[in-house]
């Protein structure tokens, strides 16, 4: 496996080994001792998910309020712009963004860490998307930034998004830095 560290701190993009022959491809998509060793994942996941969305959905910017979650994040099939946010107050790259393309040709997997917000758009016909978690979904914790927030100006490559009703109706992370800092003093 390969580790290609991103201008977000503890963020990291992951390219497995892939083992191909004549029937297909194997590849293992999660290692406990060699995603400690290599990456520096050292949480236990505890709550896998599998969504499946149709071209210029987007999902995001999500991320749970008291119990953050780190994500290992990877698409089956199709394609998806992904983006992770720090929302981490004393993180020297607070506010800042990291984006990459997954597919499932590039098998790439993106770990967002626990404070970080996360969200993707899809620009394949079909995407079938999965991820790990380090923690459980908490309903009532959950929190998000709008998707198309100006101070973090996210060079999204789809206008007009298909989004849930949750979603539209989103703050921009200026709206939620008090409540980001009053968290972090807690
Ligand atoms: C996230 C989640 C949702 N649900 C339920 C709640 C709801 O009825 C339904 C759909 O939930 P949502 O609309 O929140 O799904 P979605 O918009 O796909 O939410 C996800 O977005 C991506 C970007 C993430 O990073 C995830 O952590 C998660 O927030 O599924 C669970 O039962 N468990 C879960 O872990």
Known sequence: MKVIETKLKDCVVIEPTIFRD?????????????????????????????????RGVLRGLHYQKKFPQGKLVSVISGEVYDVAV?????????????????????????????????GFCVLSEEADFCYKCTDFYTPGDEAGICWDDSTLNISWPISNPILSDKDLILPTLSQIKCDLLSRETD
């Open 86 to 118: 720090d929302l981490r107050p004393n993180s020297p790259t607070f506010g800042m963004y990291e984006s990459i393309i997954l597919s499932g040709e590039n098998k790439l997997q993106f770990y967002v860490p626990p404070g970080f917000a996360h």
């Open 22 to 54: 004549q029937r297909g491809f194997f590849f293992e998509s999660f290692n406990a001792k060699r995603y400690e060793e290599n990456a520096g994942i050292k949480l236990n996941f505890v709550q896998d998910n599998r969504s499946f969305s149709t």
